[in-house]
């Protein structure tokens, strides 16, 4: 079992930041890779970003490419999620989630945990 909690989030102003936080607990020797997802209100939830737990990989959505940058420290079991040049249409709950067999970063019924979720919330 992995547990994940996120934080970070909050309301911003178009053009700002925010770095989102997931500190992961538990068997954490067995996640293959971290991803962060988003759901708005009225769609359906959406691959953001993902990072191999060891290595260098990393991948991205096309819509966040240039403005997002996944991170991670293994030192503290947490990944991040700097996020820049935000835009309103990135209003969403953000979740992270553990994916311990590597099958595939974009599909989120891939992923084995997920945490509670942070709100990020873009004014225009």
């Known amino acids: 079992q992995v547990q994940l909690v996120e934080s970070g989030g909050g309301l911003v102003q178009a053009g700002g930041s925010l770095r989102l936080s997931c500190a992961a607990s538990?068997?954490?020797?067995?996640?293959?890779?971290m991803g962060w997802f988003r759901q708005a209100p009225g769609k359906e939830r959406e691959f953001v970003a993902a990072?191999?737990?060891?290595?260098?990989?990393?991948s991205y959505a096309d819509f966040v490419k240039g403005r997002f940058t996944i991170s991670r420290d293994n030192a503290k079991n947490t990944v991040y999620l700097q996020m820049n040049s935000l835009k309103p249409e990135d209003t969403a709950v953000y979740y992270c989630?553990?994916?311990?067999?590597?099958?595939?970063?974009?599909?989120?019924?891939?992923?084995?945990?997920w945490g509670q979720g942070t709100q990020v919330t873009v004014s225009s």
């Open positions: 538990g068997r954490t020797f067995s996640i293959y890779a």
């Open positions: 989630a553990a994916d311990y067999y590597g099958r595939s970063w974009y599909n989120g019924n891939s992923y084995d945990f």
């Open positions: 990072i191999k737990w060891s290595g260098d990989d990393t």
